[in-house]
């Protein structure tokens, strides 16, 4: 039983519009979340994260929203590029160490 | 910054065969963890390790054995290959205590059994 979701397996979207990847969790123990950015042949990147104890994470382009109440996270990417056309895993993390990630949403940004 | 290498980019191995995958940290974390990709599955974590010596079961360890001699080094094995045990196969390091605990992914090992 997938704990993490993207329910979306795929997204297309053109150069300078906005990018939105979303996430569902379901264990309510998750007190931390990340997003992860994979090329092919590549191993994943760390993007941004953020603490349950917000709503709201910024760096740059990318910002990553959390509605705890919904168990719903999003990444939104503002504007994407053609380099921004890549695999995002979004992840969790409960007590410890371990994340769970979900199932990944490619993005293809097209010039 | 930090570098976590795999022993090999691809691999191609007959079923049955014992297979080897290493994977080494630089970077002093404590924690090493072994997932497989597979498309639409995401990230299943098949094993890690918080110290040396140590190590725990992921959620898909069947198949699965590790090794962690080293605090740098953390070592997959597949005792007898299997056809469904092709996958990519990523290494990861982190640091250990209440951290944000991000993070640091090898570039994978393809592993591919015939």
């Known amino acids: 039983d997938q704990q993490v979701k993207q329910n979306s397996p795929s997204l297309s979207v053109q150069e300078g519009r906005i990018s939105i990847l979303n996430c569902d969790y379901t264990n309510s123990m998750f007190d931390y979340f990340l997003w992860y950015k994979k090329y092919p042949a590549e191993g994943p990147t760390f993007l941004i994260s953020?603490?349950?104890?917000?709503d709201k994470n910024e760096d740059g382009r990318f910002t990553v929203f959390l509605n705890k109440s919904a168990k719903h996270l999003s990444l939104h990417i503002v504007p994407s590029q053609p380099g921004d056309s890549a695999v995002y895993f979004c992840a969790s993390r409960a007590a410890g160490n371990k994340l769970t990630f979900g199932g990944g949403t490619r993005v293809l940004v097209k010039p | 910054d930090v570098k976590v290498t795999q022993s090999s980019r691809y691999l191609v191995k007959r079923t049955g065969e014992k297979v080897f995958l290493e994977c080494v940290q630089d970077m002093d974390h404590e924690n090493m963890f072994w997932y497989r990709q597979d498309p639409g599955l995401g990230l299943r974590l098949i094993y890690f390790s918080y110290d040396v010596k140590m190590k725990e079961k992921g959620d898909i360890p069947e198949g699965y054995s590790v090794s962690r001699e080293k605090k740098e080094r953390f070592s997959l094995i597949l005792e007898s290959a299997s056809t469904n045990q092709t996958s990519m196969y990523l290494c990861a390091s982190s640091f250990g205590g209440p951290k944000k605990n991000e993070q640091f992914f090898g570039p994978g090992t393809r592993l591919t059994v015939l």
């Open positions: 953020i603490s349950s104890i917000k």
